[in-house]
């Protein structure tokens, strides 16, 4: 092995032969301890940030987020930290499936910072205690529906049922009817003996803050966000216990307590787009989102459109 070529293959080699031996070492001394950390007795209760307008988007992200927490065996209660307006009716619809499921495995708790309105309260009323703050908005519960007028309109469609996305007017106000009932069955369902109000005063709609929300029932008690966690803990009766924060809208996804810092600044209300939009064209929307929407007019009423 005289040639310098083959000698300087032969030193990289060794080289990594010798890498390749501490790599083992390494790992044989590391994989036991990560082992102990996997199945230690570490026992956690999750906090889910959900802050922002509901949409699709957002809602696939804290539905895969609770869907986690669900299986995880080491966060034993979960909080929701909820300032949003509502959003899309669809996607609130999922995000109430989704905490609905989680709750019947694990305690779940809700904090309400600002509001949990409309869609985001339906997001809520799954939870074992709703708690708020003086200042918290909850309620609203019901659905705004946005059609294309009935003027005289430059296009022209080839069927009735091509104009309204689909839907003839009777369709359209049946939806609503609809959506509105699922809506505010939910609501007597989970939030039950609690309630001291009746269910057409539910379907007015009508939103409450701080201590009258916790006297009408839409809430249970006035506190803030450390109140919540105890209390989730204690049902799930830890006496020590980690914190962790989610945040499904935040690319970090997981930061602990002690080092991490919430997400701040006021969510946008804008109303979501349809899937598909194409210039000129109008399409239906139903949102369960706190406030009206900027030159529309609230026209359903079920008496007068059939409805119960």
């Not at 895969?64 to 080491?74: D, G, H, K, T, V």
């Not at 000129?280 to 406030?291: A, K």
Request: aromatic letters at 8%; proline letters at 4%; charged letters at 15%.
């Amino acid at each position: 092995m005289n040639n310098p070529i083959d000698r300087r293959v032969a030193t990289a080699l060794q080289s990594y032969t010798v890498l390749a031996v501490i790599a083992i070492l390494i790992g044989a001394a590391v994989v036991p301890y990560a082992a102990s950390v996997a199945e230690g007795d570490e026992q956690y209760v999750a906090v889910v940030n959900i802050d922002e307008t509901i949409s699709s988007s957002s809602s696939q992200d804290t539905v895969q987020q609770l869907r986690e927490l669900r299986s995880n065996e080491s966060v034993e209660a979960v909080v929701l930290r909820i300032s949003s307006p509502g959003g899309s009716a669809a996607s609130s619809e999922s995000m109430y499936l989704a905490v609905k499921r989680l709750a019947a495995e694990k305690p779940v708790y809700t904090s309400v910072d600002q509001y949990a309105a409309s869609g985001a309260y339906y997001t809520a009323v799954p939870s074992d205690r709703i708690y708020v703050t003086p200042a918290s908005l909850v309620g609203h519960v019901g659905v705004i529906g946005t059609a294309p007028s009935d003027g005289l309109s430059p296009a022209a469609t080839t069927g009735p049922d091509k104009a309204h996305r689909g839907m003839t007017r009777d369709q359209y106000y049946a939806s609503l009817e609809s959506m509105k009932r699922a809506f505010v069955g939910a609501v007597m369902t989970e939030r039950g003996d609690r309630l001291n109000v009746s269910r057409e005063t539910v379907a007015e709609a009508s939103a409450y803050q701080g201590g009258r929300a916790v006297q009408t029932g839409y809430a249970d008690e006035v506190g803030g966000l450390e109140a919540a966690i105890a209390g989730a803990a204690d049902a799930a009766g830890l006496s020590e216990y980690q914190v962790v924060y989610h945040n499904p809208a935040d690319p970090q996804g997981l930061f602990l307590l002690a080092g991490g810092s919430e997400a701040g600044g006021n969510a946008t209300v804008v109303a979501e787009g349809a899937p598909y939009t194409f210039q000129g064209v109008d399409t239906v929307h139903f949102l369960m989102i706190y406030g009206t929407p900027e030159n529309q007019q609230v026209v359903y009423n079920s008496t007068a459109q059939g409805g119960a």
